[in-house]
């Protein structure tokens, strides 16, 4: 046998070994990921309720004028565009902040890193639970401020008026969430070379001109990952603003567009419409996702 041919041969039974191996995974995908997206899309030109026996009526687009002409649509996607904001700024930054911190740490660094991730192991609905708890008007968020603030007995209505019970969601998505991307930054400032931060310091740069000039531009493709993973965690947040609504915070001021999708479906039984806004919120989560990619590889060329 040739040379050549051993090694073609050898190296189509190693691609035989990595489509054994792939299938699975995509055999996984193909029927819980992507034959739901395919079906919502298919499904948003039907006016199809969920219990009701008659075969579902082909209406075209109608189900998106209804869902783009509702003023409940409008309201949802302002709320999610809030939530997003509220959550993705000062969960980036301090997530950035604290891995800076750590990474200059000289001890405890894997007590530091272990006790900022804990949160992140809990389920959204466990987390949600505990914070329930916490923004009691006699839990621990009210007497902490009081005590801060030197005013006792005050209730700060956490759960109860519509502007705190914004906050309160992002409150509990940033403390679940900060200690799992402050280690993806940590992962990324750790494969930037010591020689690079060595050669600045010999040179006379101090620690601020070190993390500017050096670190943050070496961690680009980082904080490109983690502001994608940020954006498309709060667009799909669901469990905290389902659970605090059904505690009886007001609805309006939450009513993200996965609560909505699940109301629609649920409540009103109307699938179709469901489908639709599922249809607009993927759109969105892809089309933002595009333009942060673009734009990341746009600042590189330019570099």
């Known amino acids: ?38 079906n919502a899309i298919w499904t948003s030109f039907f006016n199809k309720r969920l219990l009701s026996l008659k075969a579902p009526k082909f209406i075209g687009l109608q ?9 409940d649509f409008w309201n949802s996607a302002r709320a999610t565009a809030t939530f997003t904001v509220g959550v993705f700024v000062p969960l ?15 001890r405890g660094k894997r007590l530091a890193q272990a006790a900022l991730y804990s949160p992140a192991v809990l389920s959204s609905v466990v987390a949600a639970l505990i914070w329930l708890l916490m923004l009691d008007p006699r839990g621990l968020a009210n007497q902490f401020v009081n005590w801060v603030g030197s005013t006792p007995g005050i209730d700060h209505r956490w759960l109860s ?33 010591d020689s690079v931060n060595e050669a ?9 001109r070190r993390f500017f000039s050096i670190t ?15 954006l498309i965690q709060c667009m799909k947040t669901f469990s905290t603003q389902y659970l605090f609504t059904q505690s009886g915070a007001p609805l309006a ?27 607009l919120l993927f759109l969105l989560m892809l089309g933002l996702t595009w333009i942060q990619l673009r734009v990341s590889k746009k600042d590189e060329a330019e570099l």
Do not use: C, H
Not at 200 to 208: K, N, T
């Open 200 to 208: 600045a310091l010999m040179d006379g740069a101090g620690p601020f």
């Open 92 to 106: 980036f930054f301090l997530s950035l902040l604290f891995a800076t911190l750590i990474t200059s740490m000289k």
């Open 161 to 193: 008026d519509g502007w705190m019970v914004q906050v309160s969601t992002m409150i509990v998505y940033v403390w679940k969430y900060l200690g799992y991307f402050t280690i993806l930054f940590i992962t990324g400032i750790g494969k930037i070379p």
């Open 1 to 38: 046998m040739k040379p050549r041919e051993s090694a073609g041969g050898l190296e189509r039974n190693r691609a035989r070994w990595g489509w054994a191996f792939v299938a699975p995974g995509l055999v996984f995908f193909s029927i819980f990921s992507f034959y739901p997206m395919l």
């Open 253 to 279: 001021p939450v009513n993200v567009i996965t609560l909505n999708i699940y109301n629609t479906a649920m409540r009103d039984l109307n699938i179709g419409k469901a489908s639709v806004m599922s249809t």
């Open 216 to 230: 943050l531009p070496l961690l680009r493709p980082t904080t490109v990952l983690v502001s994608v993973m940020i």
């Open 63 to 71: 189900n998106y004028q209804r869902v783009l002409m509702s003023e």
